[in-house]
């Protein structure tokens, strides 16, 4: 399997701003589809955005469009996610995962990692 770690989340108010890091370990990430999940306690898993192998096109929740952007860095081997003007409702666990294209899950591709936590909060 495919290794992942996320990292960069933390404890933020409404309206501020964050970047998530997703870095691949031992394969490059500009191979694959690069999707972001989040999961709150109690609640289902759900996608929030994705990128296409070689960056061609990019996707989002409804939930996230216009505050949320997905984006590559090659040379660092890593995916970003920018959160801005952040909600209480985006509190959640993110996770990314590796797919062979967005919108089609590859389940077993690549191993889940911890998920960095983003608690938004006043």
């Known amino acids: 399997q495919l290794q992942l770690v996320e990292s960069g989340g933390a404890l933020v108010q409404p309206g501020g701003s964050l970047r998530l890091s997703c870095s691949g370990s031992?394969?490059?990430?500009?191979?694959?589809?690069i999707a972001w999940f989040r999961q709150a306690p109690g609640k289902e898993r759900e996608g929030v955005s994705c990128i296409s192998s070689y960056g061609d096109s990019t996707y989002y929740a409804d939930s996230v469009k216009g505050r949320f952007t997905i984006s590559r860095d090659n040379a660092k081997n890593t995916v970003y996610l920018q959160m801005n003007s952040l909600k209480f409702e985006d509190t959640a666990v993110y996770y990314c995962t590796a797919d062979l294209k967005c919108g089609v899950e590859t389940p077993g591709l690549s191993s889940w990692g911890q998920g960095t936590q983003v608690t938004v909060s006043s």
């Open positions: 031992g394969f490059t990430l500009d191979y694959y589809a």
